[in-house]
């Protein structure tokens, strides 16, 4: 993976900035996009101190026009593009009855809609090339229901589906499109969700009244486990491997 060029949106941190080490620390060149114009800064910075090349692209990945002129400066500053990790996501809780709008909106403005803006910026410099590899960041819940997390869990899974449609449309150009589903992270979204200091034992054992079984492993995972299944899906150990989603939650969707 030396010397190859990734984009990963939502770098500021949790997922997306350990995805940003874990390539890095193999040599790739890193444009690390987020629109937390601040909370990127200090990442790229750490990494940068680490001895990591990266780069801070401040950005919306809500608005078209913006994504394809970011597109168009990465490459043209780093080079062409060999990778994409789409690991922007944010979440609105709330019962599927009762969520607004806004909230609905919002949810699918990052989690599918930015990524199939960004993918379709990315693709269409890769297909003419015929290489490239991208991952985008999902969640088991795209294919587990779950109380509090409809819009969240809609949204993943129109970005599960889009991906691997994309993936099959471009395999004959030598491009591979995957997908890493994450369970429970320990990230500040995941913390978010938590009502008091007993979330975390909660999460790991479970909540039969909210039918979630816990996590069989009896741990969280952290960022870095994503991080690692990521990096060997863009990787060429991977190089078979398309319109696949690997599943990394300890167990708690018992291999759903």
């Excluded at 995805?19 to 990127?40: F, H, I, K, N, S």
């Excluded at 969240?152 to 890493?180: D, P, Q, W």
């Amino acid at each position: 993976m030396e010397g190859k060029v990734a984009l990963i949106t939502g770098a500021a941190g949790g997922i997306g900035a350990a995805v940003a080490r874990a390539l890095g620390e193999r040599g790739v060149t890193v444009a690390a996009v987020d629109r937390d114009a601040d909370g990127l800064l200090r990442t790229v910075q750490k990494l940068t101190a680490d001895g990591v090349t990266a780069r801070a692209f401040p950005a919306d990945i809500t608005g078209r026009a913006e994504v394809d002129a970011l597109v168009d400066t990465v490459e043209q500053q780093l080079g062409p593009l060999d990778f994409l990790v789409n690991a922007a996501g944010v979440l609105h809780l709330g019962e599927a009855r009762h969520l607004t709008d806004q909230d609905w909106d919002a949810t699918f403005a990052v989690n599918a809609t930015g990524v199939f803006v960004v993918s379709r910026a990315v693709v269409n410099r890769m297909v003419p090339r015929r290489r490239g590899t991208i991952v985008t960041v999902a969640s088991n819940a795209a294919g587990t229901a779950r109380t509090q997390m409809a819009a969240y869990a809609a949204s993943k899974a129109a970005a599960t589906m889009f991906t691997k449609c994309l993936g099959l449309e471009v395999a004959g150009h030598g491009i591979r499109c995957n997908l890493v589903a994450p369970g429970s992270t320990d990230t500040p979204m995941l913390s978010s969700m938590w009502r008091d200091n007993s979330g975390r034992r909660t999460t790991i054992a479970g909540r039969p009244e909210e039918y979630r079984v816990g996590i069989p492993l009896g741990k969280l995972a952290m960022p870095s486990d994503v991080a690692d299944a990521v990096a060997f899906l863009l990787s060429d150990r991977a190089a078979h491997i398309t319109l696949h989603s690997l599943t990394v939650d300890g167990g708690a969707t018992l291999g759903g």
